[in-house]
């Protein structure tokens, strides 16, 4: 019993940070129909930047503001140089595009940091809590309650903003929220500067306990795509399930079965998912018009 | 012997009914049009008939074979071709080579031979350029057999599809409005096409909103209305129907029943 | 004449004359072994454009298949004894059987979902080989016998150079044929059109497996050269860097465009070689190439290129 609380509750704390991932993919692709393959780099720029600016002697909350400022930069960046000037380019061309993203930020944070691991002193102590046998660390918990926090402060602004509701009718129908008078450009891009937010969160959340370093975008990114795609692509309630589940699912294999193959999970679940039910846990049916 | 047999077919999309309780009947040779205004159910009735939705309720068959629920290609094999209204060209490659695709069926399909290009595969794709040009000719397109499909103006696109769609030897040919978006002259063209087509002891069955164009060609005409049948018959019979003229004729197509009428 | 040269094959006897007066300009062996490299990656990419360029199917995994020919040449000498050709042709084989079995389910999906699955189904390779020491050797990987053919080694950058080049115009005139056949036909309309491609009796689905083999079995011919040649191999050969090279390459010169992908391979097999000097800058330079060329070249460099000619001249 102690074992299973203890990989539920290492399962729930990764899969926190999966589904923060997954909102972020979630939040653009609604907007816009692009999956950003950058999506990872926005949690690594979160922790890798409050790591150096807080080694340089800024105070940690400090260092995390930098960190969020700085992702949001290059989140609005990378969609005003790369994603704008390609509108309308076919599904491959974007996937190049964000992936050409994405090797860029990870070449360039290996530049300006290094290619070392680092971490991060725990908010809150690291004197573990034990429930059950498990020992829970404190910032397990400040993991889960910063990724609630995020969730119910996207939803607030999803439902009671007016950019945040510009950004979900632009997402039920383009041309209608043009025509309404949203600019649907901004929309986008205010898109991409809330999920380099909500990305760069997750990894200054998550850098005290799973460590960070310049390439840990990657699997990120597809553990995050996996989680989305589980909960229904464009759900964000789906990607906060779909998030949870990939990292329970993950801590389990890896405690029960082996850790070697800890990575191959997010992709069985990406598999499994595009086969039995290829619409998701929180999708409808659809069909091609033809 | 009916060419195609549609009994009883229905289909709803998340709880709204497209189709319900659709039948009937076309002849080999015959022009079968179906007519009814936007949103009554035509493409739909066509995207399952064609294969590519799955009905809720009924049956389609072709030639007197149950083929309900099987996918396109093989219906393809069983004589059943079509155009789209939304055309559906291959814009990257020539025209010629678009006509050269529908003859798919009728060419040999070792991919080993293809690999290392044997002599029969040369052969093979002359008889099939040569056999493209016809169809080219027949459709009046064969000024433009080498330019890229994407660069054709509108009303030589419908032609090409249905050269394309003939391509295949189909002895049921479904025509989704191809006289949409063409001038008078065109459309004249491709009545003509189409009685010939018919004439050769091909079925036809049509949606058009043209209803000149309609009336003059169709042997039989079947009404739908949100989905449902609420006419069928020859050009007089429909024209006359009083729930035809309430629900499609009388609610915007005064002028073209007017025209009609000429 | 005119059809000939606007046609696939103009493209495969211009690249066999390049290939064989080549050497004459390079003015060292280590030209040469660039010269080998480039033509290694080209035919990955000669394949790859099959189902790309082609067929319109994204693969973000055939790093994967390349590690599963580079493996084989390494493991069956290695291991089984059997002979280094034996190996290639067998890793070529097993790489293919796997893209058939994989490749149903997986080309059921489109776009964004069929690049996310092959990019999963190449990690797991990459995995494979990295997890499975007892056979791979580890993450540090395992050295390559050499190839022994008729008594001969073959070994040097000349040998390897007259290996790969000899292959590559094979494999682009294999690619030619087929793309000049119903098959290629099939493809192509599979990529403007599914829906149209289905109603005129093509089996969509056999078509797009055709093109995931074929590719598949070009990746691990070419991961089998390239596994000999270097004498080693490791999991990193199968990574998913690797994976999105390829891709780049096949975009970067021009999807559908036998010729272009052969240029694209040579732009990112000779970047590290200008870049050697700045080594750490080479990630940003591959991830800015890839943005700003789709960007203002979305069709990639040589359809570009062809099209401005063509332009020009009217």
């Known amino acids: 019993m102690a074992e299973f609380l203890q990989f539920a509750f290492s399962g729930l704390t990764v899969g926190a940070i999966y589904a923060l991932v997954a909102l972020g993919f979630t939040l653009i692709y609604n907007a816009s129909g692009v999956i950003n393959f950058a999506q990872g780099e926005f949690v690594m720029l979160g922790g890798m930047v409050t790591v150096f600016t807080h080694a340089a002697g800024v105070p940690l909350p400090l260092a995390a503001l930098i960190a969020l400022v700085v992702a949001i930069i290059v989140g609005l960046a990378l969609y005003r140089l790369a994603i704008e000037p390609a509108r309308g380019a076919s599904p491959v061309t974007l996937i190049i595009i964000t992936i050409g993203a994405s090797i860029l930020l990870r070449g360039g944070a290996s530049l300006t940091f290094d290619k070392s691991f680092h971490s991060l002193p725990p908010f809150a102590g690291s004197k573990p809590l034990m429930i059950g046998g498990a020992a829970l660390l404190p910032q397990s918990l400040i993991v889960l309650a910063g990724a609630g926090a995020i969730v119910i402060a996207l939803w607030y602004f999803l439902t009671r903003t007016l950019s945040g509701k510009a950004i979900l009718a632009t997402a039920a129908n383009r041309l209608a929220a043009r025509l309404v008078g949203i600019n649907t450009n901004a929309v986008v891009g205010l898109s991409f500067g809330v999920s380099a937010a909500i990305g760069a969160l997750g990894g200054i959340l998550m850098t005290p306990i799973t460590l960070t370093s310049y390439d840990s975008g990657t699997l990120l990114a597809l553990k995050g795509f996996a989680a989305a795609m589980?909960?229904?692509?464009?759900?964000p309630l789906g990607a906060v399930v779909g998030g949870l589940t990939v990292g329970l699912l993950e801590a389990f294999s890896a405690g029960y079965i082996s850790s070697s193959y800890k990575d191959a999970v997010a992709f069985l679940v990406?598999?499994?998912?595009?086969f039995l039910m290829p619409q998701g846990l929180f999708g409808r049916g659809g069909m091609e018009r033809v | 012997m009916s060419m195609l047999a549609v009994e009883g077919l229905?289909?709803?999309?998340?709880?709204?009914?497209?189709?319900?309780?659709?039948?009937?009947?076309?002849?080999?040779?015959?022009?079968f049009a179906i007519i009814g205004p936007n949103g009554a159910g035509k493409t739909t009735l066509f995207n399952v008939i064609s294969g590519l939705y799955p009905p809720r309720q009924?049956?389609?068959?072709?030639?007197?074979?149950?083929?309900?629920?099987?996918?396109?290609d093989r219906l393809a094999r069983r004589g059943l071709s079509r155009t789209f209204q939304n055309l559906q060209v291959f814009f990257r490659m020539t025209v010629a080579e678009n006509i050269m695709v529908g003859r798919h069926l009728h060419e040999r399909r070792n991919v080993l031979a293809h690999l290392f290009t044997l002599p029969s595969v040369l052969a093979q794709n002359r008889a099939t350029r040569a056999k493209a040009e016809n169809l080219l000719a027949f459709v009046d397109l064969s000024d433009l057999a080498d330019r890229t499909a994407g660069s054709l103006p509108y009303g030589a696109l419908r032609r090409l599809e249905i050269a394309r769609a003939l391509a295949t030897e189909p002895k049921l040919l479904l025509l989704d409005e191809p006289a949409a978006g063409c001038n008078p002259v065109e459309t004249e063209e491709i009545d003509n096409v189409i009685q010939k087509i018919a004439a050769s002891g091909v079925a036809v069955v049509l949606v058009e909103h043209d209803m000149k164009l309609v009336m003059k060609i169709s042997h039989r005409i079947h009404v739908l209305d949100r989905g449902r049948t609420i006419a069928q018959g020859s050009a007089a019979d429909v024209r006359n129907n009083e729930q035809v003229i309430a629900a499609y004729l009388g609610r915007h197509g005064q002028r073209e029943a007017a025209r009609a009428q000429d | 004449m005119r059809r000939f040269l606007e046609g696939?094959?103009?493209?495969?006897?211009?690249?066999?004359?390049?290939?064989?007066?080549?050497?004459l300009a390079l003015p060292s062996l280590f030209y040469l072994r660039i010269a080998a490299l480039i033509g290694i990656f080209a035919l990955v990419v000669v394949g790859l454009n099959l189902l790309i360029g082609y067929a319109g199917q994204v693969s973000?995994?055939?790093?994967g298949f390349f590690g599963v020919g580079a493996y084989a040449v390494a493991i069956g000498p290695t291991y089984l004894g059997l002979p280094a050709w034996l190996a290639l042709i067998a890793g070529a084989a097993i790489a293919g059987l796997i893209a058939f079995l994989v490749g149903r389910p997986i080309l059921r999906l489109r776009g964004h979902y069929l690049a996310v699955a092959t990019l999963g189904m190449g990690l797991l390779?990459?995995?494979v080989f990295a997890n499975e020491s007892a056979w791979t050797g580890g993450p540090d990987g395992m050295p390559v016998p050499h190839l022994d053919l008729f008594g001969f080694r073959m070994s040097g950058a000349r040998t390897w150079y007259w290996i790969s080049g000899v292959s590559l115009v094979i494999g682009a005139w294999v690619a030619a044929n087929v793309i000049a056949s119903p098959t290629g036909r099939a493809l192509r309309a599979i990529h403007d059109s599914e829906t149209a491609a289905q109603v005129l009796g093509i089996d969509v689905a056999r078509y797009k497996l055709i093109a995931f083999v074929l590719s598949a079995v070009y990746a691990a011919v070419a991961g089998a050269y390239l596994?000999?040649?270097?004498?080693?191999?490791?999991?990193?050969?199968?990574?998913?860097?690797?994976?999105?090279?390829?891709?780049?390459?096949?975009v970067l010169g021009g999807l559908g465009s036998t010729f272009g992908g052969i240029v694209g391979a040579a732009l990112l097999v000779l970047l590290p070689q200008v870049l050697t000097v700045f080594q750490d800058y080479e990630h940003i330079a591959l991830g800015l190439i890839m943005i700003v060329v789709m960007i203002f070249l979305p069709a990639g460099i040589v359809p570009s290129l062809a099209g401005l000619l063509r332009w020009r001249r009217s």
């Open chain 2, 10 to 31: 229905g289909i709803t999309f998340g709880g709204v009914t497209a189709l319900a309780d659709v039948s009937f009947e076309v002849k080999p040779a015959e022009i």
């Open chain 3, 227 to 250: 596994a000999m040649f270097d004498g080693l191999v490791t999991p990193e050969t199968a990574g998913f860097l690797r994976s999105i090279e390829f891709v780049t390459m096949a």
């Open chain 1, 230 to 235: 589980l909960g229904s692509m464009g759900n």
């Open chain 3, 125 to 127: 390779f990459a995995m």
């Open chain 3, 60 to 63: 973000l995994g055939h790093a």
């Open chain 2, 58 to 72: 009924g049956r389609v068959r072709l030639n007197g074979e149950d083929v309900t629920g099987l996918p396109p």
């Open chain 3, 8 to 23: 696939p094959y103009a493209g495969v006897l211009a690249l066999a004359i390049l290939v064989a007066v080549l050497p």
């Open chain 1, 270 to 274: 990406i598999l499994g998912v595009l």
